[in-house]
């Protein structure tokens, strides 16, 4: 894939005429760890880091002070999130996080299973770019936030607004959708949607097994002996 024809397309159709080295930095951490199936699978989680970051393309905390995760804290909210019923602060301290909004106890113990990483001890490693495109990437490819996983919407057939079930419901669904749209088709300017061409087949040559330096002075006496050695 030609990544410059890609970012043109990008910076002229989505980013308002200008990318800034960290957009573009994110665009690379996301697609340097793509795992999927497809370049519209890609779109879609490019579209959605790019809202869910506010177009920072840097993984990013959930606004807001720690008054406003109150609402985590206690009751049904918190229960829905594997968060404690008790007042103590699991409201605030598993907030959103990363490319893609990890939010509560129970999403930071999930990928803490699944990443091998302790992010339920020490939830800003969510932050660390290379987790957080692990986190967006294998969340919604293996269905991790809400059930609902990349090939549910997109495959032969695409739905980039229903898509939006996978992280967060119907919200912003068609604003997304729109920048999926955009992505996909500077993907496709870029040949995304061409196979990778074959790599060459590549020969190892084994050297030959080195031959024992003669002797010159052995050499003779053995060509002298086989002379007086042949039948007359």
């Known amino acids: 894939m030609d990544r410059t024809v890609f970012f043109d397309r990008v910076r002229a159709k989505l980013a ?13 951490a996301l697609m340097d760890s793509w795992t999927g199936s497809g370049f519209r699978q890609l779109a879609y989680v ?27 804290d206690t009751g049904k909210l918190a229960a829905n999130l594997g968060n404690t019923p008790q007042a103590d602060g699991d409201g605030y301290l598993y907030r959103g996080r990363g490319y893609v909004q990890i939010t509560g106890a129970r ?11 302790d992010l339920v001890g020490s939830p800003d490693k969510a932050l660390d770019p290379a987790i957080a495109a692990k986190i967006i990437i294998r969340g919604m490819i293996e269905g991790w936030f809400t059930g609902k996983k990349l090939s549910d919407y997109i495959g032969a057939k695409v739905d980039y607004k229903g898509a939006r079930r996978i992280v967060n419901g119907t919200d912003k669904a068609a604003l997304i959708a729109g920048y999926a749209d955009t992505i ?13 061409p074959a790599k060459p087949e590549i020969i190892v040559m ?18 002298l002996f086989g002379w007086l050695n042949v039948d007359k």
Do not use: C
């Not at 308002?16 to 690379?28: D, E, H, S, W, Y």
């Not at 870029?190 to 990778?196: N, R, S, T």
């Open 16 to 28: 308002g005429g200008k990318l800034t080295t960290g957009q573009v930095q994110g665009f690379f």
């Open 46 to 72: 490019l579209a959605t880091a790019w809202h869910e970051t506010a177009a920072t393309m840097h993984p990013v905390t959930e606004y807001g002070g720690k008054k406003y995760f109150t609402k985590y």
């Open 107 to 117: 999403n930071y113990r999930l990928a803490t299973s699944r990443l091998g990483v």
């Open 184 to 196: 996909e088709a500077a993907l496709r300017a870029a040949g995304a949607d061409k196979p990778a």
């Open 206 to 223: 084994q050297p030959a097994s080195p031959q024992p330096a003669r002797n010159p002075i052995a050499a003779f006496f053995a060509a």
